[in-house]
């Protein structure tokens, strides 16, 4: 048995969804006036949907009731739900798909880490269900990354211990999450937005068989 756990991060790093949260909260935004720019939702990416509307809020100086807060929350996620609504498998990123038939056929444990509460739909939709041996989502955590809870319980779920585990994440909350619970970490992006990643790729198509023994060997070799 190979001692190495895989754990994923969902919303753009298996799907492409980090657009149509950027979409959601954009229309939130400019119905409160607040500019959005899409630098601005680097911050949101791998942020728990309250914290980006505490970010939103601050960014456009506004202070609501608690009552206010969750309507817009509740907004969000419906304008968010309606964007992802017909999402099939086609919106797999490329060769997502590749990479984890090869780590299933080495059975080869995986987790999703994602703070998101829709994961479980989403992963549903795309029909991944079956390659994960256990999901942390937004429903499981209470604290946002780069908190590491997600994928310190991801790690836990899989009983595997922290420093075995690797990480793939689009986000820079997550990567830093990664780093903190001592587990190596795969930047999925910008790699000058990632730049604390131990590995930086641009999206799954530039990442390898070589790459992904080459870790393999790392992870298990640890003792
Ligand atoms: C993360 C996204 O995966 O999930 C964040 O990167 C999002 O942008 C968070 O805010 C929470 O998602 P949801 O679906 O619970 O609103
Ligand atoms: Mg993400």
Redesign the pocket.
Known sequence: MIKAGFIF????VIVDT?GY?YLAWKKLADELGIPFSEEDNER??????IR?LEILLELGNIEVSKEQFDLWLQE??ED?LSYIAKMDETEILPDVVKVLDYLKDRKISMALG??????RSILEKVKLIPYFNTMVD?NAVSKAKPDPEVFIKAAESLSIAAKHCVVFED?QAGIEAANVAGMKSVGIGNSDVLSKADYNFKDFTEIDFDFLDDLLSELDGKS
């Open positions: 991060d969902l919303d753009g980090a949260h949101f990416k791998g942020v728990s949907r980006c969000k996620n968010y994602s703070a998101s509460k829709n994961a937004g986000a």
